[in-house]
Protein backbone atom coordinates (compact mmCIF):
# COMPACT_ATOMS: atom_id res chain seq x y z
CA UNK A 1 0.00 0.00 0.00
CA UNK A 2 1.29 3.44 -0.56
CA UNK A 3 0.45 6.99 -0.05
CA UNK A 4 -2.01 7.53 -2.89
CA UNK A 5 -3.61 4.25 -2.79
CA UNK A 6 -7.13 6.45 -2.87
CA UNK A 7 -5.91 9.36 -5.05
CA UNK A 8 -5.79 10.05 -8.66
CA UNK A 9 -4.51 12.58 -11.07
CA UNK A 10 -6.36 14.03 -14.10
CA UNK A 11 -4.20 14.38 -17.11
CA UNK A 12 -4.00 17.87 -19.01
CA UNK A 13 -5.95 16.54 -22.10
CA UNK A 14 -7.33 19.74 -22.47
CA UNK A 15 -4.54 22.19 -20.81
CA UNK A 16 -1.90 20.38 -23.95
CA UNK A 17 -4.20 22.87 -26.17
CA UNK A 18 -4.57 25.48 -23.95
CA UNK A 19 -1.50 26.14 -23.52
CA UNK A 20 -0.10 25.06 -26.64
CA UNK A 21 2.41 27.24 -28.97
CA UNK A 22 2.87 27.38 -32.05
CA UNK A 23 4.49 24.29 -32.41
CA UNK A 24 1.20 23.06 -31.71
CA UNK A 25 0.15 20.48 -28.44
CA UNK A 26 3.05 18.71 -26.82
CA UNK A 27 1.31 15.80 -26.05
CA UNK A 28 3.86 14.35 -24.50
CA UNK A 29 3.29 16.03 -21.61
CA UNK A 30 0.31 13.40 -20.82
CA UNK A 31 2.57 10.96 -20.94
CA UNK A 32 4.96 11.84 -18.78
CA UNK A 33 2.63 12.98 -16.48
CA UNK A 34 0.83 9.54 -16.58
CA UNK A 35 4.32 7.72 -15.62
CA UNK A 36 5.18 10.25 -13.11
CA UNK A 37 1.95 9.75 -11.05
CA UNK A 38 2.75 6.03 -11.54
CA UNK A 39 6.41 6.01 -9.99
CA UNK A 40 4.57 8.38 -7.41
CA UNK A 41 2.45 5.57 -6.37
CA UNK A 42 -0.90 7.12 -7.38
CA UNK A 43 -3.07 4.56 -7.83
CA UNK A 44 -4.78 6.05 -11.19
CA UNK A 45 -5.10 8.50 -13.88
CA UNK A 46 -7.81 9.91 -15.51
CA UNK A 47 -8.91 12.26 -18.55
CA UNK A 48 -11.50 14.95 -19.76
CA UNK A 49 -14.18 14.65 -22.63
CA UNK A 50 -15.84 16.92 -24.94
CA UNK A 51 -15.83 16.77 -28.74
CA UNK A 52 -16.34 20.50 -29.53
CA UNK A 53 -17.01 22.23 -26.69
CA UNK A 54 -13.44 22.72 -24.52
CA UNK A 55 -11.27 20.58 -27.41
CA UNK A 56 -8.48 18.43 -25.97
CA UNK A 57 -7.24 15.15 -27.18
CA UNK A 58 -9.93 12.44 -27.55
CA UNK A 59 -9.98 10.54 -24.69
CA UNK A 60 -10.19 6.77 -25.98
CA UNK A 61 -7.41 7.40 -28.15
CA UNK A 62 -5.66 8.72 -25.14
CA UNK A 63 -6.51 6.17 -22.60
CA UNK A 64 -4.91 3.59 -25.09
CA UNK A 65 -1.90 4.89 -25.18
CA UNK A 66 -1.51 6.02 -21.90
CA UNK A 67 -2.27 2.27 -21.32
CA UNK A 68 1.13 1.57 -23.08
CA UNK A 69 2.78 3.41 -21.75
CA UNK A 70 2.27 2.12 -18.17
CA UNK A 71 2.35 -0.76 -16.16
CA UNK A 72 -0.05 -0.09 -13.12
CA UNK A 73 -2.31 2.81 -12.45
CA UNK A 74 -5.65 2.29 -13.11
CA UNK A 75 -7.06 4.36 -16.30
CA UNK A 76 -10.24 6.31 -16.16
CA UNK A 77 -12.37 8.97 -17.49
CA UNK A 78 -13.60 12.01 -15.44
CA UNK A 79 -15.97 12.28 -17.09
CA UNK A 80 -17.48 10.75 -20.56
CA UNK A 81 -20.31 12.12 -21.75
CA UNK A 82 -21.69 8.46 -23.49
CA UNK A 83 -24.78 9.93 -24.98
CA UNK A 84 -22.38 11.35 -27.49
CA UNK A 85 -21.38 7.73 -28.65
CA UNK A 86 -22.63 4.71 -30.05
CA UNK A 87 -22.63 1.96 -26.81
CA UNK A 88 -21.94 -0.64 -29.62
CA UNK A 89 -18.50 1.65 -30.66
CA UNK A 90 -17.67 2.32 -27.04
CA UNK A 91 -18.04 -0.63 -25.12
CA UNK A 92 -15.50 -1.92 -27.87
CA UNK A 93 -12.95 0.61 -27.49
CA UNK A 94 -13.40 0.53 -23.57
CA UNK A 95 -12.83 -3.36 -23.92
CA UNK A 96 -9.73 -2.97 -26.48
CA UNK A 97 -8.46 -0.71 -23.80
CA UNK A 98 -9.04 -2.84 -21.29
CA UNK A 99 -7.65 -5.31 -22.92
CA UNK A 100 -4.29 -3.42 -23.79
CA UNK A 101 -4.22 -2.09 -20.08
CA UNK A 102 -4.60 -5.80 -18.87
CA UNK A 103 -7.53 -4.55 -16.83
CA UNK A 104 -7.39 -1.55 -16.12
CA UNK A 105 -10.16 0.37 -17.38
CA UNK A 106 -12.62 2.42 -15.77
CA UNK A 107 -15.41 4.60 -17.71
CA UNK A 108 -16.47 7.54 -15.09
CA UNK A 109 -19.35 8.87 -16.80
CA UNK A 110 -21.52 11.69 -16.95
CA UNK A 111 -24.63 13.47 -18.60
CA UNK A 112 -23.11 16.91 -19.10
CA UNK A 113 -25.27 20.03 -19.00
CA UNK A 114 -27.60 21.47 -20.95
CA UNK A 115 -27.78 25.02 -20.12
CA UNK A 116 -24.97 26.83 -22.53
CA UNK A 117 -25.38 26.60 -26.46
CA UNK A 118 -21.94 24.93 -26.86
CA UNK A 119 -22.96 21.81 -25.10
CA UNK A 120 -26.43 22.06 -27.57
CA UNK A 121 -23.92 22.62 -30.40
CA UNK A 122 -21.85 19.82 -29.65
CA UNK A 123 -24.60 17.23 -29.31
CA UNK A 124 -26.31 18.42 -32.55
CA UNK A 125 -22.90 17.94 -34.05
CA UNK A 126 -22.93 14.07 -33.41
CA UNK A 127 -26.49 13.72 -34.41
CA UNK A 128 -27.24 13.65 -30.96
CA UNK A 129 -30.68 16.03 -29.88
CA UNK A 130 -29.53 16.85 -26.07
CA UNK A 131 -32.92 16.71 -24.32
CA UNK A 132 -32.31 12.80 -24.75
CA UNK A 133 -28.43 12.54 -23.12
CA UNK A 134 -30.57 11.48 -20.23
CA UNK A 135 -32.32 8.71 -21.41
CA UNK A 136 -29.54 8.03 -23.75
CA UNK A 137 -26.62 7.79 -21.62
CA UNK A 138 -28.69 5.30 -19.00
CA UNK A 139 -29.59 3.01 -21.84
CA UNK A 140 -26.36 3.27 -23.46
CA UNK A 141 -24.99 1.60 -19.66
CA UNK A 142 -27.64 -1.04 -20.16
CA UNK A 143 -26.57 -2.00 -23.45
CA UNK A 144 -22.64 -1.90 -22.71
CA UNK A 145 -22.72 -4.16 -19.66
CA UNK A 146 -24.08 -6.83 -21.53
CA UNK A 147 -22.24 -6.26 -24.50
CA UNK A 148 -19.27 -7.07 -22.45
CA UNK A 149 -20.51 -10.41 -21.39
CA UNK A 150 -19.65 -11.85 -24.88
CA UNK A 151 -23.04 -13.20 -25.54
CA UNK A 152 -25.13 -12.11 -28.37
CA UNK A 153 -27.46 -9.05 -27.60
CA UNK A 154 -31.11 -8.54 -28.71
CA UNK A 155 -33.27 -5.45 -27.22
CA UNK A 156 -35.21 -3.35 -28.39
CA UNK A 157 -34.05 -0.40 -26.72
CA UNK A 158 -35.30 3.16 -27.60
CA UNK A 159 -32.21 4.85 -29.12
CA UNK A 160 -29.68 1.74 -29.31
CA UNK A 161 -32.23 -1.56 -30.40
CA UNK A 162 -29.73 -4.20 -30.97
CA UNK A 163 -30.20 -7.47 -33.14
CA UNK A 164 -28.28 -10.60 -32.06
CA UNK A 165 -24.98 -8.29 -30.95
CA UNK A 166 -21.83 -10.22 -30.13
CA UNK A 167 -18.73 -7.70 -28.95
CA UNK A 168 -15.06 -9.30 -28.89
CA UNK A 169 -12.43 -8.39 -27.52
CA UNK A 170 -14.79 -9.05 -24.19
CA UNK A 171 -12.65 -6.68 -20.97
CA UNK A 172 -9.95 -8.29 -18.99
CA UNK A 173 -12.53 -7.40 -15.95
CA UNK A 174 -15.16 -9.21 -15.61
CA UNK A 175 -17.32 -5.90 -16.20
CA UNK A 176 -15.05 -2.49 -16.73
CA UNK A 177 -16.27 -0.53 -13.46
CA UNK A 178 -18.67 2.54 -14.24
CA UNK A 179 -18.35 5.55 -12.11
CA UNK A 180 -21.01 7.60 -12.10
CA UNK A 181 -21.06 11.24 -11.91
CA UNK A 182 -23.92 14.17 -10.59
CA UNK A 183 -23.71 16.81 -8.43
CA UNK A 184 -27.38 17.74 -7.09
CA UNK A 185 -29.32 16.64 -9.43
CA UNK A 186 -32.28 14.22 -8.59
CA UNK A 187 -31.90 12.31 -11.87
CA UNK A 188 -28.51 12.18 -11.70
CA UNK A 189 -28.49 10.78 -7.80
CA UNK A 190 -31.19 8.42 -8.73
CA UNK A 191 -28.86 6.94 -11.92
CA UNK A 192 -26.04 6.59 -9.19
CA UNK A 193 -28.32 4.46 -6.99
CA UNK A 194 -29.40 2.56 -9.43
CA UNK A 195 -26.10 2.25 -12.33
CA UNK A 196 -23.08 3.28 -10.43
CA UNK A 197 -20.19 1.09 -9.27
CA UNK A 198 -19.11 4.54 -7.86
CA UNK A 199 -20.27 8.02 -7.66
CA UNK A 200 -18.16 10.55 -9.05
CA UNK A 201 -19.31 14.64 -7.59
CA UNK A 202 -17.29 17.73 -7.32
CA UNK A 203 -20.11 19.28 -5.09
CA UNK A 204 -18.40 22.85 -3.48
CA UNK A 205 -18.73 21.89 0.17
CA UNK A 206 -18.98 18.71 2.71
CA UNK A 207 -22.66 19.57 3.49
CA UNK A 208 -23.71 19.14 0.26
CA UNK A 209 -22.06 15.76 0.02
CA UNK A 210 -23.91 14.58 2.56
CA UNK A 211 -27.17 15.59 1.30
CA UNK A 212 -26.13 13.77 -2.35
CA UNK A 213 -25.04 10.86 -0.46
CA UNK A 214 -28.05 10.73 1.77
CA UNK A 215 -30.07 10.66 -1.41
CA UNK A 216 -28.34 7.79 -2.72
CA UNK A 217 -28.14 5.93 -0.25
CA UNK A 218 -32.11 6.01 0.60
CA UNK A 219 -32.70 5.51 -3.27
CA UNK A 220 -30.20 2.38 -3.49
CA UNK A 221 -32.47 0.90 0.09
CA UNK A 222 -35.65 1.36 -1.99
CA UNK A 223 -33.68 -0.19 -4.98
CA UNK A 224 -33.01 -3.72 -3.57
CA UNK A 225 -28.98 -2.30 -3.29
CA UNK A 226 -26.49 -2.13 -0.68
CA UNK A 227 -24.84 1.28 -0.96
CA UNK A 228 -21.86 0.68 0.83
CA UNK A 229 -21.08 -1.45 -2.57
CA UNK A 230 -20.87 1.86 -3.88
CA UNK A 231 -17.70 4.22 -4.23
CA UNK A 232 -17.65 8.13 -3.25
CA UNK A 233 -15.03 9.86 -5.13
CA UNK A 234 -14.36 13.54 -5.02
CA UNK A 235 -13.24 15.18 -7.90
CA UNK A 236 -11.14 18.80 -6.75
CA UNK A 237 -9.61 21.16 -8.43
CA UNK A 238 -6.09 21.91 -6.36
CA UNK A 239 -3.81 25.53 -7.39
CA UNK A 240 -1.10 24.93 -4.48
CA UNK A 241 1.11 28.16 -3.69
CA UNK A 242 2.12 29.62 -0.39
CA UNK A 243 0.10 32.59 -0.81
CA UNK A 244 -3.99 32.94 -1.30
CA UNK A 245 -3.64 35.96 -3.72
CA UNK A 246 -1.00 34.13 -6.49
CA UNK A 247 -2.90 30.67 -6.28
CA UNK A 248 -6.35 32.55 -7.06
CA UNK A 249 -4.55 35.05 -9.71
CA UNK A 250 -3.53 31.48 -11.76
CA UNK A 251 -6.33 29.82 -10.64
CA UNK A 252 -8.87 32.11 -12.07
CA UNK A 253 -6.72 32.49 -15.54
CA UNK A 254 -6.94 28.61 -15.55
CA UNK A 255 -10.39 28.51 -15.24
CA UNK A 256 -11.24 31.55 -17.52
CA UNK A 257 -9.04 29.48 -20.48
CA UNK A 258 -10.79 26.53 -19.55
CA UNK A 259 -13.93 27.61 -19.01
CA UNK A 260 -14.30 30.52 -19.95
CA UNK A 261 -15.60 31.96 -17.41
CA UNK A 262 -13.72 33.10 -13.99
CA UNK A 263 -12.82 31.70 -11.09
CA UNK A 264 -15.72 33.15 -8.75
CA UNK A 265 -18.59 31.59 -10.89
CA UNK A 266 -16.65 27.92 -11.29
CA UNK A 267 -16.17 28.12 -7.27
CA UNK A 268 -19.52 27.86 -6.60
CA UNK A 269 -20.41 25.24 -9.05
CA UNK A 270 -17.57 22.92 -8.26
CA UNK A 271 -15.03 22.68 -5.88
CA UNK A 272 -11.59 24.51 -6.17
CA UNK A 273 -9.05 24.50 -3.37
CA UNK A 274 -6.12 27.55 -4.39
CA UNK A 275 -3.89 28.63 -1.75
CA UNK A 276 -1.07 26.84 0.97
CA UNK A 277 -1.25 23.08 1.12
CA UNK A 278 -2.94 23.50 4.34
CA UNK A 279 -6.11 24.25 2.90
CA UNK A 280 -6.06 21.85 0.73
CA UNK A 281 -5.63 19.05 3.69
CA UNK A 282 -8.29 20.65 5.45
CA UNK A 283 -10.95 20.22 2.60
CA UNK A 284 -9.95 16.92 1.90
CA UNK A 285 -9.95 15.90 5.51
CA UNK A 286 -13.17 17.09 5.81
CA UNK A 287 -14.77 15.45 2.89
CA UNK A 288 -12.73 12.32 3.99
CA UNK A 289 -15.09 12.58 7.30
CA UNK A 290 -17.97 12.98 5.40
CA UNK A 291 -17.28 9.27 3.67
CA UNK A 292 -15.73 10.67 0.18
CA UNK A 293 -13.28 7.84 -0.32
CA UNK A 294 -11.77 8.13 -2.94
CA UNK A 295 -10.04 11.67 -4.80
CA UNK A 296 -9.37 12.67 -8.15
CA UNK A 297 -7.12 15.63 -8.60
CA UNK A 298 -6.90 18.53 -11.21
CA UNK A 299 -4.13 21.28 -11.19
CA UNK A 300 -5.29 24.46 -12.11
CA UNK A 301 -2.60 25.42 -13.04
CA UNK A 302 0.07 25.34 -16.72
CA UNK A 303 2.43 24.70 -13.94
CA UNK A 304 1.43 20.61 -13.72
CA UNK A 305 4.34 18.91 -13.23
CA UNK A 306 5.12 21.36 -10.44
CA UNK A 307 1.62 21.37 -9.21
CA UNK A 308 1.79 17.36 -9.36
CA UNK A 309 5.26 17.24 -7.22
CA UNK A 310 3.61 19.59 -4.73
CA UNK A 311 0.62 18.24 -3.65
CA UNK A 312 2.69 14.71 -3.74
CA UNK A 313 5.21 15.90 -1.42
CA UNK A 314 3.33 18.39 0.89
CA UNK A 315 -0.50 17.16 0.86
CA UNK A 316 -0.69 13.98 0.46
CA UNK A 317 1.17 12.42 3.42
CA UNK A 318 -1.27 14.06 5.84
CA UNK A 319 -4.25 12.80 3.96
CA UNK A 320 -3.72 9.17 3.58
Same mark, same amino acid.
Given at each position: ???????GV??????VL???D?G??R?E??????E?? /??????????GDS????P?LE?L?A?AA?????????????V???A?R?P????H?????D????G?T???L??????NQ??ID?H??V?VP????????EESI???RVL?????V %?SDG?FYPLD???LE?????P??P??I %? %???????L??V? /?Q??A???N????E??T?????????A??????P??I?RC???S?N?K??????VA???G?M????S?????V????????G?????????K??????AD???????S?????????F??????H??
Amino acid at each position: MTLADNFGVLLPTRGVLVYADSGGPRVEQTWQMAETA /ERAGYDSVWVGDSVTSKPRLEPLTAMAAIAARTNRVKIGTAVLLNALRHPVHLAHAAATIDNISGGRTILGLGAGRGNNQMFIDEHAAVGVPIAERAPRMEESIRAMRVLWTGEPV %SSDGEFYPLDNVQLEPRPVQPSIPLWI %S %SNWVRRGLARVA /EQGDAWITNVPSPELFTRCWERIEQQAGEMGRDPSEIGRCLYISVNLKDDDASAVAEGDGFMRAYYSIPYDVVSKQLLCVFGPPQGCIDAIKAYQDSGADYFIVRFASPDQMGQLARFTEEVLPHVS
